[in-house]
T-cell receptor, first 113, second 111 residues
């Protein structure tokens, strides 16, 4: 399968714990995006990378959130001191060059109890 | 601020008829528009797109229309098939910056 891969698919955690999600984009894609989606809403932009550089961050991305893409390949999204309001589907997407079509992974569903 | 709006949360049509999904936007800087389809437990998948220099783009059963003066776009699916049942998201971007999505419309095509 050469699509965007996200792990884990589901994560249940207790409030205050840290969680980390991983995204493996399509191999030749240089752009990588993180989105968050809650029930009844469309995906909300969080941040994006071009190669290893994080070029843009949404104001939705509080200081408890950090994303990395150390070698310009896979990316991780960490949430520290999780809150119940962090419960959502976290989607990763990738694209190539100036192509604006995003290819999405299946997402990581986070539940904070 | 919701710059991309899909005001119909759901739409139900009969198989073989036309489905029309609508989307409005507020940011006049948007220059590229896309429709994504999402099945349960999967991420959104790209369906069709249109640049702001065009007013229509067609791909098989799917056609997207753009009305820049009204800041409105629509997706037409004809004929509709039961396999088209999914949530459809409208998305827009400005100069290849972050993409904004609408809240989605759930399409149900009845056999």
């Amino acid at each position: 399968d050469t699509g965007v891969s996200q792990n884990p698919r589901h994560k249940i955690t207790k409030r205050g714990q840290n969680v980390t999600f991983r995204c493996d984009p399509i191999s030749e894609h240089n752009r990588l995006y993180w989105y968050r989606q809650t029930l009844g809403q469309g995906p909300e932009f969080l941040t994006y990378f071009q190669n290893e550089a994080q070029l843009e961050k949404s104001r939705l991305l509080s200081d408890r959130f950090s994303a990395e893409r150390p070698k310009g390949s896979f990316s991780t999204l960490e949430i520290q001191r999780t809150e119940q309001g962090d419960s959502a589907m976290y989607l990763c997407a990738s694209s190539l060059g100036d192509d604006e079509k995003l290819f999405f992974g299946s997402g990581t569903q986070l539940s904070v109890l | 601020d919701q710059q991309v709006k899909q005001n119909s949360p759901s739409l139900s049509v009969q198989e073989g008829r036309i489905s029309i999904l609508n989307c409005d936007y507020t940011n006049s800087m948007f220059d590229y528009f896309l429709w994504y389809k999402k099945y349960p437990a999967e991420g959104p998948t790209f369906l069709i797109s249109i640049s702001s220099i065009k007013d229509k783009n067609e791909d098989g059963r799917f056609t997207v229309f753009l009305n820049k003066s009204a800041k409105h776009l629509s997706l037409h699916i004809v004929p509709s098939q039961p396999g088209d049942s999914a949530v459809y998201f409208c998305a827009a971007s400005a100069h290849n910056n972050d993409m904004r999505f609408g809240a989605g419309t759930r399409l149900t095509v009845k056999p």
